[in-house]
Every structure is written in structure tokens, then in C-alpha cells.
């Protein structure tokens, strides 16, 4: 990674002052930055064992901002892109595991699932995925509430922030974008 | 369907689910949308309820598991001799278990596959897992997954093939199932026919937990893993292996004291571990489950702490919410890393059900069960079951309603052990028993419905009364005294006082008037603990009058029944006594004395009914001596006097009786020192030095032969610093502060030995303040400032404790006068007068509460007389200061038309109307 800091520096300067390009240049630091950062959570000893998904974007949008050096302020912005690589880092991982994304019409996304087979649960990701794919050309809106929220880990003010809509918007687009994704995952 | 019109259903639909499920197609017929909207609407509410619970979980969370990176290559695919990987089942230190399949005739047979790491093929992890194969190769049980085949993979890695166990872990499997409690201990018992088989062929399976014993769709557990386990006859230290895996192999939670010592691991061990997996199954928790973060601290909890019953770990509501979000870090081994193969073929609907592990209610577990399970989770080997099928056996006696050996009387056998090894930790035994109690009586009450349960009942009616008997009379004795106790008498006031509500609010106690009589004692001795102003207690006056308060309502009604009962009367006199005695320390001392008289009364009562009593004498000795404390609290110093002395002849019979009794002789001895002290406050000081002395050499003589008994030492305290008063009266200010120091050092002994005893800490507190005082007057003036600063500091901290108790409020104003005082004698005026200041509005916040606080309005004329001193310090108008003699003068002169003024005021007050000028 610190091969990258002076394009990173650049890269966040630009972006920084208005050029929207830059943010899809930055996406594999990002990209890079939130793989090694879960993959320190998930190695680390089980004393603190509850993720704040949250957080690690947080941790992740700050060490790149510092490594750039600019006071940056496009945070919102940057939680954004952030969530949609997360869920790219996710997917990816779900794909090494070797699932497929037949045979996971079963969803299992609330913790009360936790000892689903990993399998399973890789499948359900990838089954999300695509759902979600489908969901951005129905509502785009909506799947991007749906991917900050839940691959992003943001809370529903930073969502609200980032897109510029109330949170009462981004409750009920949430709810209403769930029965949506439900409906199709289920779906046979 | 356009932008807009997906707008709009969004917010019909995001609408309608707020409301409930019944209004909403209403809702939506009157939302105004199109047949197709309309449709699209109703889809998506249709599927509400499973959506609800989605993704509330962040992805990361959720896929964490897959997103640690494996570092060993898969196998999956893969052959090893006439097997194909099919997928890794789990793996645990040697070794990884894969799901494999083999060709028998033209079907498939599935099998668990075990391979023996790679790196792990040296010839001492081989020869144990050849030993394991071979433990299993001797097992045949129907409870046990067998060995199907074994032999070697092409790169010579060993491998075994057992029957593929298509389950769920034994806790899962009866949440899952919503197993009752009789159903639980069917299952358990199988599962210790299972472990008692491979005992009768020597092996100790050593490993035992719920994720090793599966229970497949039909209810048959099947125990697995003997990957660990140990063939008895081996002999001992041959076995190389077991010493590299033997902390790093078993599960702590799980994990026997003696396998954890690394002591000889015999059949027993595994009655321990089917203990803790009972427990588990019972309450849905294991007993020292909140230690097992770190491994040091269930390590020390399983060798040292007794384990809980379970009834008192299982969740009151009716399902215990078990650990859902803890899971991954809950099972400290590969429980977790093995994510169990079978979830996936069970299929879809049990995933989809699967909730928190549920366990039993307290009230299924309290009593035989928690016996039973405690017996097995006695820390020495030979006090468990002595086989698996003796346990079993119990649990079998327990569903059929037939008396278990899992005795009460081990408990006692065991306290009583405690006991004579190890003092303080009696008080864990009274704690453990008294839970027991609490258990049993509750089960008790509960039991009565079922005319079958009667036997069982009054068993356990006689259980409850050997073991509170136990528990109030040799217990808590043993444990009263002792340095250090209070925090564990609050623990066992809080338990006692949660039996007790419990006990009062059954219908049914109100009609048995031996428990009730029981009841009302148990009030009394929680009282003692809360607030017993003669003992070492915890400061907790309110809660200690609520309690004395009860025991006396319940003994006044049984006294209605029984009116000649001599231990009914004698309690209601302890009763009315402590009553008093609370009053007498709070702020309305005008209840006390009613209270006081009316428990001599009962007194004199119980010795008329046996004039040979001796208890009962010496109480009544001691209630008049406390009596007296009335009149002294009042500043009549002779009434008091006249008590005291009444006191003093009846404590000379007694001692004349029985002369080796030092409660007694302590107290006879005292009473000079509490009339040299009420002596003193009538300014006789020679003759109050004199009654002191008598008491206090055999006061000496007697604490010192109980360096550890927190009453005498109190005694002893409070003797010297009596006896220094009585210098400090005489102006012997050198010999005062001498004197004063010797109570300090007891007193901080005493406060130190246990810091929660709060009267210790005000004993503290009052030495610290009077050592300050004479340290004024002897002029080491540095030396008092500190002393009365110290004083401060521990009043203000028991303030703090109870607010409630009058006394702590005028402690604090007194002490800040004295500070201010010794402000003033330093000529540091301002500091001085802020203090007074202070001291001032402290003594009108207590005369307030307490219009007849005599002291407290003395005191108070004290501080406008000093705080006249300060002013003429800091050179203020002389009418300013004028003003604060006038206040003064009133406050005297108030006291003098209630013929309250104190004769050491004298001084005081001539001195005042001669700078005022009237004669």
C-alpha cells in the first residue's frame, strides 16, 4: 500500500477538488485498504469478536485521508463508494468459497442465522447480489440505501447525509426495499 | 412501470406497514392506486413477515466466516483410498473430519473421514491417532459412532472412516425440538449409557461437550470424538501425547478441576463434564460461563469457585435468549471453526427455525435436579457419582418422583469442611446453602398442588429445616465476627431478602406458623446484617427498619395464637429493641424510648416465665444499659447515669455466674465506661477518669485475648477514646493525645481489617476528629489540622453511604466546625470562617430535620461563637461580630427554656452575656 500513497495523494487531491473521476481511480486503494483491514478483524483473537462494519469503513476512509494529507471532505461521498466495495470485497470472498449462487433460494441474513454453513451463507451473499443488481434498475435509490446499509454498515444519518434525503426517507425506502429483495430471493 | 409510479407504491407500501397487518388491505383499496399498482402493492406486503428480519445484520458480521482465509489447500474432490472428500466437516488439533463418500455395491455410503494433518505425521501424533482408532475400533454402542474402515492415504497419511452422523449438537437438538424438561434428561441419560459403555471397556472419552454428542432427526444421540479420550489401563506417563494436548485439546468450559490440575483423569472426569453438559441442557448456560473470556479465569473458577445450581442460571422468562449474538466466541474451541455439515442436510425449514438455544424455567430445575447436577460438579472426583449409570440412575429416580441420592446433606458435610479449613470461605457456603433454601422452599410451595408430591414435599420441608438451621445458627455466627465479612453479609442479605419476599408473598406461608415463625427470624438476622447499630453492619438503617419492622408484624401474629410462647416473646423483644435502638440513632429519638421500654417489658416477661434464663438476662441487661443511651442522647446525664448503673448490678450477677463468659464481662465492664462518659458531660471530670479506669483495664485484658473478634476490638477503641475524653476534659492534653492515638490504631486495625463496615469506618472517623481536637489543645497544631481534615474526608464518605442516618449529617457539621475551629487557632481566618460558615448551615439543616437534637443546637451556638472569632480575626465591624454572640446567646437561651443547657456550657454562656453586656 505505501508504494500507492503519492497516487493516492493525488488521486484524493483531485477528487477533493472536483474532479468526480478520481473516485473511481481510487477505488481499488479503497478496494485493498478494506480487504486487509477485515481480514485483521476477522484474524483477531476472539475477545472483541463483534464487527463494526461501521467502523471499519470509518477506519478505512481515515487512513486513506491521512495517507493522502489533505483534509478531505468529501466523507459522505466517500462512504458511498466505500459501501459498494465492501460489498464488492464480500462478494468476492463468497465467490473463493466456492459457492454458487444456484440453490440458495434460502436467504439467511439476520444474526439469529448464525450457524448457517458457510456455504449457505456465501450463496445467500452472491443470491443478494444479483437480487440487488436488479434492484438498482427497478430503483435505484433504494438499492443504494439497501448496499450502504447493509454492506456499508453506515447508520441511517450517514445514508441520510450521503443522499441528501431524510432519515424517515431512508427508513421507509429501507423497509419497503427488503419486502422487494425478499420477494425475489424467494421466488422460485 | 415508470419512476413516479414506483414512487408511489413505495410510499402506499412503506404507509400500509406501519400499520397492522389486518388494516392494510383496507388501507390499500382506499390508496387510490391502479389494478396494477394495486397488485405490485399486495405483492410485496405479502411477504412482510419473513422480510421483517433481513439483513439486520451487517454483512460483515454475517460473512465473516467466509472471509477468513484458509490456508490449507482444499481437499474437497479428492480421494483417499476408496473414499471421495465430499466437503471438511470440521477440524480440531491432529486432525480434520470430511464428509466422504464410498461406492458399496451401486449406492453411495456416506462416512466421516478422519485424516491426520499433514504436518502432524510424526510418529507420536500418529501413534495417537492410532490409539484413537483403535478406542474406537473396542466401542459398541448404539449411542456411539462406530469405525467403519481405516487405513492410509497414498502419501501414507493415516485415516479412519466412522458412521457419518447426520444431527444436530445434544443442546441445539432440544431447543430446536422444544424438549421439555423430562424429555432433556431421556436424551441424557442415553448419552450416559453411551459413556458408561466405553467406561466398562476402560475408556475416558475426556472431551465430552454438546458439540460432540449429536442427536439425529429420530432423537438418538451419538457420541463422537474420542480424539482425546484415553484408554485406563495404559499407564500413566507412557502417554506422551496426552501431555502436549492436554490444555490445548479439551474445552475449559467443559474441562473437569482435576483435568485441568493435570491430575489423574479417571471415569470421573467425565461425570463432570456430562455435569456441566446437564446444566447446560437445564438452565441453557454452563455454571461459569461468564469466566470463560479469558482462559486464566475459568481455569481458577473451575478449581476454586463452587459452581451455581443451575435452577439459579436459568433464565426466568420462558425461553432463556442463549447467546445468539455471543455464539462464535462462546465455545472456546473448534465448535465454532466446525460449522456443523449436518445444518446443511437437515434442511431448510430447521435452519429457518432455528432460535435461541431455549432451556427450562428455575422452578423445573430448583431443588433434586440441582442436586443432582451439583453432585456431579464436585470438585474431588470421589464426591461425585461414583459411576455414570449411579448418576443416571439418580436422574432416573428424579423423572419417576422417587427420592434421589443427591442429598442435602452433602451440602452440609461440605460447609462444614469449609469450616474447619478455611473460615471465610464458610461465608461462600452459607451463601451456596442459602440459595438452596431459597430453592427448595420455592419448589416446596409449588410442589404442594399435587397430592402425589406430598412425600417429596415434607422431605423436603425437613431439608429446609436442617439447612436453615444451618445456616442461622452455625453459619452465620462463624462468619459475624469475622474481619472482612460485610461484603459477603450483603450478598447474603440481598439472597435472604429475595427468599424471604418470595417465601411472605406465598399464600400458602401464611399458614404454616412454624415457617412463618422461621421467617419472622430470618427478618431479624437480615436486619442485624442491614443495620444493627451494635454491630458490625452495612449501613443500610432504612433497610434494617423495614426488616425488624417485619419480623415483629409476623411475630405479633403468631403471638395472637400462642400468647405464653417464651421464644415468640423473646424475639418480639429483640424486635422492639433494635427498633428503639434505630431511633434512638436517628432523628427522632422521642420514638425510641417507647420502643426500648416496651422490649424490657417483654423481657422481664421471658425471665418470669424462667428466672433461670441466662440469655435472656443478659439481654435485658444490655436493653437497660441501651435504654440509658436515651436520656444521655437527651443530655439528662443523670437519668442516663441511673440506667447505666441499673445495667451495671444485673451484668455483676451475670459475671458472678459465669466469670469465663468475655461477652459479658466486656459488658459489665463497659458500663463504667459509659457512665465515666455521661459523668463527664455533667462535669464531674475527676470522678467520670475514675469510672472510666475501672473499665477499662479489664477491657485490655479481655480484646486481647480476641485480637480477631471485631467487638471487642471495637470495645476497646471506644474504651480509650472515652478515657482520653476524660484527659482532655481534665486539660492532660499530652496524656489526651496519647490516648486518643491508641483508639486510632484500633480504630484503623478494625476499619482496614474490612472497609465496608461502615460503624468501623465512623469509629475511624470520631477518633481521627478527637485526636485533632486534642492535638489543638495541646497545641500541635499541624498535626490537627490533618487529623480533623482526615475525619472529614471518612465523615463525609459515610454520609455519603446512608444519607438516611441523621447521625452522618451532624458528623459531618461537627467536624466542620472543628476544622474551622482549628482555622481560627491557626489564625487562618478566612479559611476558618468558611468552614464555620459551612459548619453553620450544616447544624441548621440537622436542628431542622430534627427540632430536638439538643447537640446539634448546642453546636450551634458553639459555631456563632467562633465564628465571631474568626471575624475579629479578619477584623470585621464590631457589630458583625456582636451579631454572631447575640445568635449564640439565643441559641443557649433556647436550650435553657427547654431545661436542656449543658452545665460545661456555663463558661460558654457567662463569657457571652459579659461581651454583650448584660449581667
Same mark, same amino acid.
Given at each position: 500500500?505505501?508504494?500507492?500513497?503519492?497516487e493516492?495523494?493525488?488521486?484524493?487531491?483531485?477528487?477533493?477538488?472536483?474532479?468526480?473521476?478520481?473516485?473511481?481511480?481510487?477505488?481499488?486503494?479503497?478496494?485493498?485498504?478494506?480487504?486487509?483491514? !477485515?481480514?485483521?478483524?476477522?484474524?483477531?483473537?476472539?475477545?472483541?469478536?463483534?464487527?463494526?462494519p461501521?467502523a471499519?469503513?470509518?477506519?478505512?476512509?481515515?487512513?486513506?485521508?491521512?495517507?493522502g494529507?489533505?483534509?478531505?471532505?468529501?466523507?459522505?461521498?466517500?462512504?458511498?463508494?466505500?459501501?459498494?466495495?465492501?460489498?464488492?470485497?464480500?462478494?468476492?470472498?463468497?465467490?473463493?468459497?466456492?459457492?454458487?449462487?444456484?440453490?440458495? !433460494?434460502?436467504?439467511?441474513?439476520?444474526?439469529?442465522?448464525?450457524?448457517?454453513?458457510?456455504?449457505?451463507?456465501?450463496?445467500?451473499?452472491?443470491?443478494?447480489?444479483?437480487?440487488?443488481?436488479?434492484?438498482?434498475?427497478?430503483?435505484?435509490?433504494?438499492?443504494?440505501i439497501?448496499?450502504?446499509?447493509?454492506?456499508?454498515?453506515?447508520s441511517?444519518?450517514?445514508?441520510?447525509?450521503?443522499?441528501?434525503?431524510?432519515?424517515?426517507t431512508?427508513?421507509?425506502?429501507?423497509s419497503? !426495499?427488503?419486502?422487494?429483495?425478499?420477494?425475489?430471493?424467494?421466488?422460485? | 412501470?415508470?419512476?413516479?409510479?414506483?414512487?408511489?407504491?413505495?410510499?402506499?407500501?412503506a404507509?400500509?406497514?406501519?400499520?397492522?397487518?389486518?388494516?392494510r388491505?383496507?388501507?390499500?383499496l382506499?390508496?387510490?392506486?391502479?389494478?396494477?399498482?394495486?397488485?405490485?402493492a399486495?405483492?410485496l406486503?405479502?411477504?412482510?413477515?419473513g422480510?421483517?428480519?433481513?439483513?439486520?445484520?451487517?454483512?460483515?458480521?454475517?460473512?465473516?466466516?467466509?472471509?477468513?482465509?484458509?490456508?490449507?489447500?482444499?481437499?474437497?474432490?479428492?480421494?483417499?483410498?476408496?473414499?471421495?472428500?465430499?466437503r471438511?466437516?470440521?477440524?480440531?488439533?491432529? /486432525?480434520?473430519?470430511?464428509?466422504?463418500?464410498?461406492?458399496?455395491?451401486?449406492k453411495?455410503?456416506?462416512?466421516?473421514?478422519?485424516?491426520?494433518?499433514?504436518?502432524?505425521?510424526?510418529?507420536?501424533?500418529?501413534?495417537?491417532?492410532?490409539?484413537?482408532r483403535?478406542?474406537?475400533?473396542?466401542l459398541?454402542?448404539?449411542? +456411539? &459412532? &462406530?469405525?467403519?474402515?481405516?487405513?492410509?492415504?497414498?502419501?501414507?497419511?493415516?485415516?479412519?472412516?466412522?458412521?457419518?452422523?447426520?444431527?444436530?449438537? $445434544?443442546?441445539?437438538?432440544?431447543?430446536?425440538?422444544?424438549?421439555?424438561?423430562d424429555?432433556?434428561?431421556?436424551?441424557?441419560?442415553?448419552?450416559?449409557?453411551?459413556?458408561?459403555?466405553?467406561?466398562?471397556?476402560?475408556?475416558?472419552?475426556?472431551?465430552?461437550?454438546?458439540?460432540?454428542?449429536?442427536?439425529?432427526?429420530?432423537?438418538?444421540?451419538?457420541?463422537?470424538?474420542?480424539?482425546?479420550?484415553k484408554?485406563?489401563?495404559?499407564?500413566?506417563?507412557?502417554?506422551?501425547?496426552?501431555?502436549?494436548?492436554?490444555?490445548?485439546?479439551?474445552?475449559?468450559?467443559?474441562?473437569?478441576?482435576?483435568?485441568?490440575?493435570g491430575?489423574?483423569?479417571?471415569?470421573?472426569?467425565? $461425570?463432570?463434564?456430562?455435569?456441566?453438559?446437564?446444566?447446560?441442557?437445564l438452565?441453557?448456560?454452563?455454571?461459569?460461563?461468564?469466566?470463560?473470556?479469558?482462559?486464566? /479465569?475459568?481455569?481458577?473458577? $473451575?478449581?476454586?469457585?463452587?459452581p451455581?445450581?443451575?435452577?439459579?442460571?436459568?433464565?426466568?422468562?420462558?425461553?432463556?435468549?442463549?447467546?445468539?449474538?455471543?455464539?462464535?466466541?462462546?465455545?472456546?474451541?473448534?465448535?465454532?471453526?466446525?460449522p456443523?455439515?449436518?445444518?446443511?442436510?437437515?434442511?431448510?425449514?430447521?435452519?429457518?427455525?432455528?432460535?435461541?438455544?431455549? %432451556?427450562?424455567?428455575?422452578?423445573?430445575?430448583?431443588?433434586?435436579?440441582?442436586?443432582?447436577?451439583?453432585? &456431579?460438579?464436585?470438585?474431588?472426583?470421589?464426591?461425585?457419582?461414583?459411576?455414570?449409570?449411579a448418576?443416571?440412575?439418580?436422574?432416573?429416580?428424579?423423572?419417576?418422583?422417587?427420592?434421589?441420592?443427591?442429598?442435602?446433606?452433602?451440602?452440609?458435610?461440605?460447609? *462444614?469442611?469449609?469450616?474447619?479449613?478455611?473460615?471465610?470461605?464458610?461465608?461462600?457456603?452459607?451463601?451456596?446453602?442459602?440459595?438452596?433454601?431459597?430453592?427448595?422452599? %420455592?419448589?416446596l410451595?409449588? %410442589?404442594?398442588?399435587?397430592a402425589?408430591?406430598?412425600?417429596?414435599?415434607?422431605?423436603?420441608?425437613?431439608?429446609?429445616?436442617?439447612?436453615?438451621?444451618?445456616?442461622?445458627?452455625? +453459619?452465620?455466627p462463624?462468619?459475624?465476627?469475622?474481619?472482612?465479612?460485610?461484603?459477603?453479609?450483603?450478598?447474603?442479605?440481598?439472597?435472604?431478602?429475595?427468599?424471604?419476599?418470595?417465601?411472605?408473598?406465598?399464600?400458602?406461608?401464611?399458614?404454616?406458623?412454624e415457617?412463618?415463625?422461621?421467617?419472622?427470624?430470618?427478618?431479624?438476622?437480615? /436486619?442485624?446484617?442491614?443495620g444493627?447499630?451494635?454491630?458490625?453492619?452495612?449501613g443500610? &438503617?432504612?433497610?434494617?427498619?423495614v426488616?425488624?419492622?417485619?419480623?415483629?408484624?409476623?411475630?405479633?401474629?403468631?403471638?395472637?395464637?400462642?400468647?405464653?410462647?417464651?421464644?415468640?416473646?423473646?424475639?418480639?423483644?429483640?424486635?422492639?429493641?433494635?427498633?428503639?435502638l434505630?431511633?434512638?440513632?436517628?432523628?427522632?429519638?422521642?420514638?425510641?424510648?417507647?420502643?426500648l421500654?416496651?422490649?424490657?417489658?417483654?423481657?422481664?416477661?421471658?425471665?418470669a416465665?424462667?428466672?433461670?434464663?441466662f440469655?435472656?438476662?443478659?439481654?435485658?441487661?444490655?436493653?437497660?444499659?441501651?435504654?440509658?443511651?436515651?436520656?444521655?442522647?437527651?443530655?439528662?446525664?443523670?437519668?442516663?447515669?441511673?440506667?447505666?448503673?441499673?445495667?451495671?448490678?444485673?451484668?455483676e450477677?451475670?459475671?458472678?455466674?459465669?466469670?469465663?463468659?468475655?461477652?459479658?464481662?466486656?459488658?459489665?465492664?463497659?458500663?463504667?465506661?459509659?457512665?465515666?462518659?455521661?459523668?463527664?458531660?455533667?462535669?464531674?471530670?475527676?470522678?467520670?477518669?475514675?469510672? $472510666?479506669?475501672?473499665?477499662?483495664?479489664?477491657?485490655?485484658?479481655? =480484646?486481647?485475648?480476641?485480637?480477631?473478634?471485631?467487638?471487642?476490638?471495637?470495645?476497646?477503641?471506644? =474504651?480509650?477514646?472515652?478515657?482520653?475524653?476524660?484527659?482532655?476534659?481534665?486539660?492532660?492534653?499530652?496524656? /489526651?493525645?496519647?490516648?486518643?492515638?491508641?483508639?486510632?490504631e484500633?480504630?484503623k486495625?478494625?476499619?482496614?481489617?474490612?472497609?465496608?463496615?461502615?460503624?468501623?469506618?465512623?469509629?475511624?472517623?470520631?477518633?481521627?476528629?478527637?485526636?485533632g481536637?486534642c492535638?489543638?489543645?495541646?497545641?500541635?497544631?499541624?498535626?490537627?489540622?490533618?487529623?480533623i481534615?482526615?475525619?472529614?474526608?471518612?465523615?463525609?464518605?459515610?454520609?455519603?453511604?446512608?444519607?438516611?442516618?441523621?447521625?452522618?449529617?451532624?458528623?459531618?457539621?461537627?467536624?466542620t466546625?472543628?476544622?474551622g475551629?482549628?482555622?481560627?487557632?491557626?489564625?487562618?481566618?478566612a479559611?476558618?470562617?468558611?468552614?464555620l460558615?459551612?459548619?453553620?448551615?450544616?447544624?441548621?439543616?440537622?436542628?431542622?430535620?430534627?427540632?430536638?437534637?439538643?447537640?446539634?443546637?448546642?453546636?450551634? %451556638?458553639?459555631?456563632?461563637?467562633?465564628?465571631?472569632?474568626?471575624?475579629?480575626?479578619?477584623?470585621?465591624?464590631?457589630?458583625? +461580630?456582636?451579631?454572631?454572640?447575640?445568635?449564640?446567646?439565643?441559641?443557649?437561651?433556647?436550650?435553657?427554656?427547654?431545661?436542656?443547657?449543658?452545665?460545661?456550657?456555663?463558661?460558654?454562656?457567662?463569657?457571652?452575656?459579659?461581651?454583650? *453586656?448584660?449581667?
Amino acid at each position: 500500500m505505501s508504494d500507492g500513497t503519492s497516487e493516492i495523494t493525488q488521486i484524493l487531491h483531485d477528487w477533493n477538488s472536483g474532479d468526480e473521476s478520481a473516485s473511481e481511480r481510487l477505488l481499488p486503494y479503497v478496494y485493498d485498504e478494506l480487504k486487509r483491514q !477485515a481480514r485483521r478483524l476477522m484474524s483477531r483473537e476472539r475477545v472483541d469478536h463483534t464487527l463494526q462494519p461501521t467502523a471499519l469503513v470509518h477506519e478505512a476512509f481515515l487512513r486513506l485521508a491521512k495517507q493522502g494529507g489533505v483534509d478531505w471532505q468529501n466523507r459522505s461521498h466517500f462512504y458511498g463508494i466505500a459501501s459498494r466495495l465492501m460489498r464488492q470485497v464480500l462478494i468476492d470472498h463468497a465467490r473463493q468459497h466456492g459457492a454458487s449462487k444456484r440453490g440458495s !433460494a434460502q436467504i439467511h441474513f439476520s444474526l439469529d442465522d448464525v450457524t448457517i454453513p458457510v456455504e449457505t451463507r456465501a450463496s445467500s451473499i452472491l443470491a443478494l447480489d444479483e437480487v440487488l443488481a436488479r434492484l438498482e434498475t427497478v430503483d435505484e435509490r433504494q438499492a443504494k440505501i439497501v448496499e450502504m446499509r447493509f454492506f456499508g454498515g453506515l447508520s441511517n444519518t450517514e445514508i441520510a447525509e450521503a443522499l441528501d434525503i431524510s432519515e424517515r426517507t431512508v427508513l421507509r425506502s429501507w423497509s419497503v !426495499a427488503k419486502l422487494w429483495l425478499y420477494r425475489e430471493l424467494t421466488r422460485s | 412501470m415508470t419512476e413516479q409510479d414506483r414512487e408511489k407504491i413505495n410510499d402506499v407500501v412503506a404507509d400500509a406497514l406501519a400499520l397492522d397487518a389486518d388494516a392494510r388491505p383496507a388501507f390499500l383499496l382506499r390508496a387510490g392506486l391502479t389494478e396494477q399498482e394495486l397488485a405490485e402493492a399486495r405483492s410485496l406486503l405479502s411477504v412482510a413477515d419473513g422480510a421483517a428480519s433481513i439483513l439486520d445484520a451487517p454483512a460483515l458480521e454475517f460473512s465473516k466466516d467466509f472471509l477468513v482465509e484458509t490456508d490449507t489447500e482444499s481437499l474437497t474432490g479428492k480421494t483417499i483410498g476408496p473414499f471421495t472428500i465430499i466437503r471438511e466437516l470440521g477440524h480440531g488439533g491432529m /486432525g480434520a473430519v470430511y464428509l466422504a463418500s464410498r461406492k458399496v455395491g451401486d449406492k453411495d455410503q456416506l462416512l466421516a473421514l478422519k485424516l491426520l494433518k499433514r504436518e502432524m505425521n510424526s510418529s507420536l501424533f500418529r501413534q495417537r491417532f492410532e490409539q484413537e482408532r483403535e478406542i474406537l475400533a473396542t466401542l459398541n454402542h448404539p449411542n +456411539i &459412532s &462406530s469405525l467403519v474402515d481405516f487405513g492410509a492415504a497414498e502419501d501414507g497419511t493415516p485415516y479412519f472412516a466412522m458412521e457419518y452422523v447426520d444431527g444436530l449438537p $445434544i443442546d441445539e437438538f432440544c431447543s430446536r425440538n422444544k424438549y421439555g424438561c423430562d424429555d432433556r434428561l431421556s436424551l441424557f441419560q442415553k448419552v450416559c449409557s453411551a459413556v458408561s459403555s466405553a467406561h466398562r471397556s476402560l475408556v475416558v472419552h475426556r472431551d465430552l461437550k454438546p458439540s460432540n454428542i449429536l442427536v439425529t432427526s429420530d432423537g438418538t444421540p451419538k457420541l463422537l470424538d474420542f480424539g482425546i479420550s484415553k484408554i485406563l489401563s495404559s499407564a500413566e506417563g507412557q502417554d506422551e501425547a496426552e501431555t502436549v494436548t492436554r490444555l490445548g485439546a479439551m474445552t475449559p468450559g467443559y474441562a473437569s478441576p482435576e483435568q485441568l490440575n493435570g491430575e489423574s483423569v479417571t471415569t470421573a472426569t467425565d $461425570i463432570y463434564s456430562l455435569g456441566v453438559i446437564l446444566f447446560e441442557l437445564l438452565s441453557g448456560h454452563r455454571p461459569f460461563e461468564e469466566k470463560e473470556k479469558d482462559l486464566s /479465569g475459568i481455569l481458577r473458577a $473451575i478449581a476454586e469457585d463452587d459452581p451455581p445450581p443451575p435452577s439459579s442460571k436459568a433464565d426466568t422468562g420462558q425461553i432463556a435468549e442463549k447467546r445468539v449474538p455471543l455464539s462464535s466466541e462462546d465455545r472456546p474451541d473448534e465448535a465454532r471453526t466446525l460449522p456443523n455439515p449436518v445444518r446443511l442436510e437437515t434442511g431448510r425449514e430447521n435452519v429457518k427455525e432455528k432460535g435461541p438455544i431455549t %432451556a427450562l424455567r428455575p422452578q423445573e430445575i430448583r431443588g433434586d435436579l440441582d442436586r443432582i447436577v451439583l453432585k &456431579s460438579l464436585q470438585k474431588e472426583p470421589e464426591r461425585r457419582y461414583l459411576s455414570v449409570d449411579a448418576f443416571s440412575e439418580d436422574i432416573g429416580r428424579f423423572r419417576e418422583g422417587r427420592p434421589v441420592t443427591a442429598r442435602p446433606s452433602s451440602m452440609l458435610y461440605r460447609t *462444614g469442611k469449609f469450616l474447619r479449613r478455611n473460615r471465610p470461605m464458610a461465608i461462600v457456603g452459607a451463601l451456596l446453602v442459602l440459595a438452596i433454601i431459597a430453592g427448595i422452599i %420455592a419448589t416446596l410451595w409449588q %410442589a404442594r398442588v399435587a397430592a402425589t408430591e406430598r412425600a417429596r414435599a415434607e422431605r423436603r420441608l425437613a431439608d429446609v429445616r436442617e439447612l436453615a438451621n444451618s445456616f442461622l445458627y452455625e +453459619i452465620t455466627p462463624e462468619i459475624e465476627r469475622l474481619p472482612g465479612s460485610t461484603p459477603a453479609k450483603v450478598k447474603l442479605v440481598s439472597r435472604a431478602l429475595e427468599y424471604l419476599n418470595r417465601l411472605s408473598a406465598d399464600p400458602n406461608a401464611g399458614s404454616d406458623p412454624e415457617i412463618l415463625r422461621e421467617t419472622a427470624r430470618a427478618y431479624h438476622m437480615v /436486619g442485624d446484617v442491614q443495620g444493627n447499630p451494635m454491630a458490625p453492619n452495612i449501613g443500610d &438503617s432504612k433497610g434494617a427498619k423495614v426488616s425488624f419492622q417485619k419480623a415483629l408484624d409476623i411475630r405479633l401474629g403468631l403471638l395472637d395464637r400462642s400468647p405464653n410462647d417464651v421464644a415468640l416473646i423473646a424475639g418480639l423483644a429483640d424486635d422492639y429493641q433494635m427498633l428503639g435502638l434505630l431511633e434512638s440513632y436517628g432523628d427522632d429519638i422521642e420514638k425510641a424510648a417507647p420502643l426500648l421500654d416496651r422490649a424490657l417489658e417483654l423481657r422481664k416477661q421471658v425471665i418470669a416465665m424462667d428466672p433461670a434464663d441466662f440469655e435472656a438476662r443478659r439481654k435485658l441487661a444490655l436493653t437497660v444499659r441501651q435504654r440509658g443511651y436515651i436520656p444521655f442522647y437527651d443530655g439528662d446525664n443523670k437519668a442516663a447515669i441511673e440506667y447505666y448503673r441499673q445495667s451495671l448490678g444485673l451484668f455483676e450477677k451475670l459475671h458472678a455466674e459465669q466469670s469465663d463468659n468475655d461477652d459479658v464481662a466486656l459488658d459489665l465492664y463497659y458500663c463504667y465506661v459509659n457512665i465515666g462518659e455521661a459523668q463527664g458531660w455533667d462535669g464531674e471530670y475527676k470522678t467520670a477518669a475514675e469510672s $472510666i479506669d475501672k473499665g477499662l483495664g479489664p477491657i485490655e485484658t479481655i =480484646a486481647a485475648r480476641h485480637p480477631l473478634d471485631r467487638t471487642f476490638q471495637r470495645t476497646l477503641g471506644l =474504651a480509650y477514646s472515652k478515657r482520653a475524653d476524660s484527659h482532655a476534659d481534665l486539660e492532660e492534653y499530652d496524656r /489526651g493525645v496519647a490516648m486518643f492515638g491508641k483508639a486510632l490504631e484500633v480504630a484503623k486495625k478494625t476499619s482496614e481489617g474490612d472497609p465496608t463496615d461502615l460503624m468501623a469506618k465512623r469509629d475511624l472517623a470520631l477518633a481521627y476528629k478527637k485526636l485533632g481536637e486534642c492535638q489543638e489543645n495541646a497545641k500541635q497544631l499541624d498535626a490537627s489540622l490533618l487529623s480533623i481534615e482526615s475525619a472529614l474526608a471518612v465523615f463525609s464518605e459515610l454520609r455519603a453511604a446512608d444519607p438516611n442516618r441523621a447521625e452522618a449529617a451532624y458528623d459531618v457539621a461537627n467536624t466542620t466546625f472543628s476544622l474551622g475551629m482549628t482555622l481560627t487557632t491557626m489564625k487562618r481566618y478566612a479559611e476558618a470562617r468558611k468552614n464555620l460558615e459551612n459548619a453553620r448551615d450544616a447544624f441548621a439543616e440537622v436542628i431542622k430535620t430534627n427540632p430536638a437534637n439538643t447537640y446539634a443546637r448546642r453546636m450551634s %451556638a458553639h459555631t456563632f461563637i467562633e465564628l465571631a472569632k474568626a471575624l475579629a480575626g479578619q477584623n470585621a465591624d464590631k457589630a458583625a +461580630i456582636a451579631q454572631q454572640w447575640r445568635l449564640a446567646l439565643d441559641t443557649f437561651d433556647g436550650l435553657k427554656a427547654e431545661g436542656k443547657f449543658e452545665k460545661v456550657d456555663d463558661v460558654a454562656y457567662a463569657d457571652l452575656q459579659k461581651k454583650l *453586656g448584660i449581667s
